[in-house]
């Protein structure tokens, strides 16, 4: 091999560890001048000086087969009309090696979330918020759940030591601070995390998400209260889906009544998702109790009202026939791409 043969082996190896480490545009601008400006005119200068024609020949071709080799590396990152134009803001190597990219979105708990507060404040309801960490009496008391009601055995909630304070076990805090502030008529919902002591297994966390509505003014009945509940499941599972109230008893509300739906997945028949009984509890429900409107200051012989609590969760386990409530806090992307 001639001495000039070698010299260019050598040149093109360095040049493609150069090459390989050069990622953005500038630096391969300088690649550019020092191999291309540079070193190549050095090569055709060197030919000037061979004397033996067939020689200078070879050298000729073998200087040509150089260049063309620097060219094709340099046309794929543009490097010589970037010489004309001004250098573009982001360097673009289509070579580079490209991962898959998927779009992020809301977690699946805040979408159905959000489609039941869209469905109620379509109904004229407004949507107000109040503290997780709430005083006893805000969350009991007024509430009509006194002190050694055993309400409070059933809730088994998470107090805060030393304090009057706990986390909330529903969110019927809002519906009392909002009654305090506010004369009737009243038409809101409240969405939030409320809290319970519950060890996490397939049916239960010890927090989960809460929907609360109330609706307070002069003449409301307990058929609005059905109205409303009628209106928002249909909506949400669709017109066929049926509706069902049982008597049942809560502290803060009297008649009270617990709501079952037709299990959207069997049509009363029985399957896995309403373990065979054909429907589903998903909410509790009743006419405010006189006592928690003479509490909050509303007389309760010139108002009426009713209010509802559901649990989002159990709710969007439906919808999305899910078995697990814990699905919703364990962070397995591939249960939502199913
Ligand atoms: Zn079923």
Known sequence: MSSLAQKIQQLQAAFESDFKSSF???????????????????????IKIIKDPEEKRQAGLLINQFKNYLETHFSSSNIESAEQSPPPAVFFDPSVYKTQFTRGRSHPLVQFALSVEEIFINMG????????????????????????????DMQDTFYIHGENKLLRSHTSNVQIRTMQKQPPPLKIISLGNVYRV?????????????????????????????GVLIEFITLLFGKETQLRF??????????????????????????????????????????????????????????????????????????????EIRGFYENDVSLWTK
């Open 24 to 46: 953005d545009f500038s630096s391969r601008q300088a690649l550019h001048k020092k191999y291309v400006k540079g070193i190549l005119k050095e090569l055709y200068a060197e």
């Open 246 to 323: 049982r008597p049942s008893y809560y502290p803060y509300t009297e008649p009270s009544a617990a709501v079952d739906m037709s299990c959207p997945v069997c049509k009363t028949q029985g399957c896995r998702t309403c373990k065979n009984a054909g429907w589903i509890t998903i909410l509790g429900s009743g006419m405010v109790h006189p006592n928690v409107f003479s509490g909050v200051g509303y007389n309760p012989k010139n108002y009426t009202g009713f209010a509802f609590g559901l649990g989002i969760n159990r709710l969007a386990m439906i919808y999305y026939d899910m078995t």
């Open 125 to 152: 309801f407004s949507l107000v918020e109040g503290p997780e960490i709430e005083h006893e009496e805000n969350n009991f008391e007024k509430l009509n759940i006194p002190l050694h009601h055993p309400a409070r």
């Open 198 to 226: 519950d060890d996490i297994d397939a049916q239960h966390t010890p927090m989960f998400y809460q929907c609360e509505g109330l609706v307070v003014d002069k003449g409301i009945t307990f058929s609005d209260l059905k």
